[in-house]
Antibody
Framework: EVQLLESGGGLVQPGGSLRLSCAASGFTFSSCAMTWVRQAPGKGLEWVST????????YYADSVKGRFTISRDNSENTLYLQVSSLRAEDTAVYYC?????????????????WGQGTLVTVSS | QSALTQPASVSGSPGQSITISCTGTSSDVGHYNYVSWYQQHPGKAPKLMIY???NWPSGVSNRFSGSKSGNTASLTISGLQAEDEADYYCSSYTSSSTLVFGTGTKVTVL
């Protein structure tokens, strides 16, 4: 059974930083692209960042480029998102998601498993 | 990276069919067969319903079907049921190597 468990969210002041983590299990983590998607309170879904499994390339939404950094530890089956220079508009539930590029050599430009999310609140 | 355009709300009676549109551009929906659809109930994580325009993930009812014409993709729900009441989002890969979601549609079962 695929499981994605996020942690690291919380209340942070504007300009502050956090590191979000996502522990994955139930699939070959190293073979799959992994993605962060966020959802502001009462708003829609927003793609944030993807870490490719094949090329090691990373991709970011313009709204977070230069402030957020996605990384992964395949030995620990863990995905990370370092969020810095936080703004009020970054307040959202951040979901760790399997997919977004390729998985085991097959195209996977969709998100087939989602974590329950971790809430990041940016406020003074 | 503009969001794909979806109607804010769609409604239907039990047993009816409804269709949700998802309009993008020639750089995303119109260029790639990488459109997917997600169902989200209040307070829950989204669930994949359709991938690669018209494919079903394991366990998803075939009452849900997807299609695409030009820059517009569509999700049709047949035999509408009370449990289908939820928010629905489309997503597409883009020529900028990013992904983009739709604005979201609230489906109400009357």
């Amino acid at each position: 059974e695929v499981q994605l468990l996020e942690s690291g969210g919380g209340l942070v002041q504007p300009g502050g930083s956090l590191r979000l983590s996502c522990a994955a299990s139930g699939f070959t983590f190293s073979s799959c692209a992994m993605t962060w998607v966020r959802q502001a309170p009462g708003k829609g879904l927003e793609w944030v960042s993807t870490f490719s499994s094949t090329s090691g390339n990373t991709y970011y939404a313009d709204s977070v480029k230069g402030r957020f950094t996605i990384s992964r530890d395949n030995s620990e089956n863990t995905l990370y998102l370092q969020v810095s220079s936080l703004r009020a508009e970054d307040t959202a539930v951040y979901y760790c998601v399997k997919g977004g590029r390729y998985c085991s050599g097959t195209s996977c430009f969709y998100f087939d498993y989602w974590g329950q999310g971790t809430l990041v609140t940016v406020s003074s | 990276q503009s969001a794909l355009t979806q109607p804010a709300s769609v409604s239907g009676s039990p047993g009816q069919s409804i269709t949700i549109s998802c309009t993008g551009t020639s750089s995303d929906v119109g260029h790639y067969n990488y459109v997917s659809w997600y169902q989200q109930h209040p307070g829950k994580a989204p669930k994949l319903m359709i991938y690669d325009v018209s494919n079903w993930p394991s366990g998803v009812s075939n009452r849900f079907s997807g299609s695409k014409s030009g820059n517009t993709a569509s999700l049709t729900i047949s035999g509408l049921q009370a449990e289908d009441e939820a928010d629905y989002y489309c997503s597409s890969y883009t020529s900028s190597s990013t992904l983009v979601f739709g604005t979201g549609t609230k489906v109400t079962v009357l």
